[in-house]
T-cell receptor, first 111, second 115 residues
Framework: QQNVQQSPESLIVPEGARTSLNCTFS?????YFWWYRQHSGKAPKALM?????GEKEEGRFTIHLNKASLHFSLHIRDSQPSDSALYLC???????????FGLGTRVSVFP | GGIITQTPKFLIGQEGQKLTLKCQQN?????MYWYRQDSGKGLRLIYY???????QKGDLSEGYDASREKKSSFSLTVTSAQKNEMAVFLC??????????????FGSGTRLTVL
């Protein structure tokens, strides 16, 4: 059974700083890796995904994936107060397996 | 674009009561999901369905039933409500087979309170 762990549980960063979030997974056969973001009282929304080892950048956001280490991360450059949210990582094994989510990292960015 | 509508937004029931949550999507997506979120934490998969009349159990299916009678709708029944399952129930959909390569689109949730 897949086990997805996130660290840290919470993070407080000043506006303009770099934020780094971590996610580890237990099953080396995992294929798809996602970050979702959930603002308070709102629905989770997909932020970014990565399907092969390496790095992917979209605007201020970068994902790193290292399958051998069973680890992927999300980095936010120039953090903004609007980035304050619960960040959820998620992993899938493939066809008809659904997504397994971590417990989340709560990020607070103060001006 | 599309939308996922969950009803009701708030559901209050008595311990031991049978309660039903409903979800409708107009994306024309094949796969639909029910997740449970406790106290602003992560999501745990209860049931998902990759097509009409298909049901797949997630890790948290005990104590729940689901029904997918139409492509656009997916309902979840709490068979006997317990106080330790007060949570937000999130419905989601994705375009195809639920294989994990597609984005999940979530509804805004049903908050369950058990008295």
């Amino acid at each position: 059974q897949q086990n997805v762990q996130q660290s840290p549980e919470s993070l407080i960063v000043p506006e303009g700083a770099r934020t780094s979030l971590n996610c580890t997974f237990s099953d080396s056969a995992s294929q798809y890796f996602w970050w979702y973001r959930q603002h308070s009282g709102k629905a989770p929304k997909a932020l970014m995904s990565i399907f092969s080892n390496g790095e992917k950048e979209e605007g201020r956001f970068t994902i790193h994936l290292n399958k051998a280490s069973l680890h992927f991360s999300l980095h936010i450059r120039d953090s903004q107060p609007s980035d304050s949210a619960l960040y959820l990582c998620a992993v899938s094994m493939g066809y008809a397996q659904g997504l397994t989510f971590g417990l989340g990292t709560r990020v607070s960015v103060f001006p | 674009g599309g939308i996922i509508t969950q009803t009701p937004k708030f559901l209050i029931g008595q311990e031991g009561q049978k309660l039903t949550l409903k979800c409708q999507q107009n994306f024309n997506h094949d796969t639909m999901y029910w997740y449970r979120q406790d106290s602003g934490k992560g999501l745990r998969l209860i049931y998902y369905s990759i097509t009409e009349n298909d049901l797949q159990k997630g890790d948290l299916s005990e104590g729940y039933d689901a029904s997918r009678e139409k492509k656009s709708s997916f309902s979840l029944t709490v068979t006997s409500a317990q106080k330790n399952e007060m949570a937000v129930f999130l419905c989601a959909s994705s375009p195809r087979t639920g294989g994990g390569a597609e984005t999940l689109y979530f509804g805004s949730g049903t908050r369950l309170t058990v008295l």
